[in-house]
């Protein structure tokens, strides 16, 4: 039962930006959106989350839509050290079910 | 200030020994979560604890696994009786709090059963 839909996966190139998509159409409203992301043979890393407005840090931005059904991933200026498996989550906040699913595979070229 | 600690890094088993996969959070975090990676496939939950409390095992397979997290010293994940299918690697995460939006991962420990 996914709660998420990502495109298995995705290339980018270098320098330039990176937009991942993401589609949670059953989303509830008291579901934020997750995102981390996983270098090859590490543990997970955080990136950002947001509920409904859009969310901006030093990683990264994330754009979502106004009915909450989609959102967006964007690494601005992409670099080779970005390849990774990008996982979308939706969560209840306070809740302890993080649960991921296959993610999508970006590579990014030189 | 130490990230999440996980050891051994890779450890080798036979079918049918014991595997004790320890995870040491982060300072000041008293809640941890353990997930199972198998190859090629996204993480998988197994079990959520706090200091000395199981509080969500819905993902822990119901036989030959077991987890815990005492007062002192690191949390362990410990495989009975292993067989070639619990090949995986296996990550702990922690948290200040329970459900807090960031999970701090480990590097995991990559288990092999010959």
């Known amino acids: 039962d996914a709660k998420t839909t990502q495109p298995p996966s995705m290339d980018c190139a270098e320098g330039r930006a990176a937009n991942l998509p993401c589609n949670h159409s059953?989303?509830?409203?008291?579901?934020?959106v997750y995102w981390y992301r996983q270098i090859h043979s590490q543990g997970p890393q955080y990136i950002i989350h947001?509920?409904?407005n859009n969310e901006t840090n030093e990683m990264a931005s994330l754009i979502i839509t106004e009915d909450r059904k989609s959102s967006t991933l964007i690494l601005p200026h992409a670099t080779l050290r970005d390849t990774a498996v990008y996982y979308c989550i939706v969560r209840v906040r306070n809740n302890n079910d993080m649960r991921f699913g296959a993610g999508t595979r970006l590579t990014v070229k030189p | 200030n130490a990230g999440v600690m996980q050891n051994p890094r890779h450890l080798v088993r036979r079918r049918g020994q014991e595997a004790r996969l320890r995870c040491s959070p982060m300072?000041?975090?008293?809640?941890v979560y353990w997930y199972r990676q198998l190859p090629e496939e996204g993480l998988k939950f197994m079990v959520y604890l706090q200091k000395e409390n199981i509080i969500d095992e819905s993902g822990m397979p119901k036989e030959r696994f077991s987890a815990e997290f005492p007062k002192e010293g690191p949390s362990i994940l410990r495989i009975q009786q292993v067989v070639r299918g619990d090949s995986a690697a296996y990550f702990c995460a922690s948290s200040p709090q329970g459900g807090d939006e960031k999970l701090f991962f480990g590097s995991g420990t990559q288990l092999s059963v010959l």
């Open positions: 059953t989303i509830s409203g008291n579901e934020y």
């Open positions: 300072k000041g975090h008293s809640h």
């Open positions: 947001g509920l409904k």
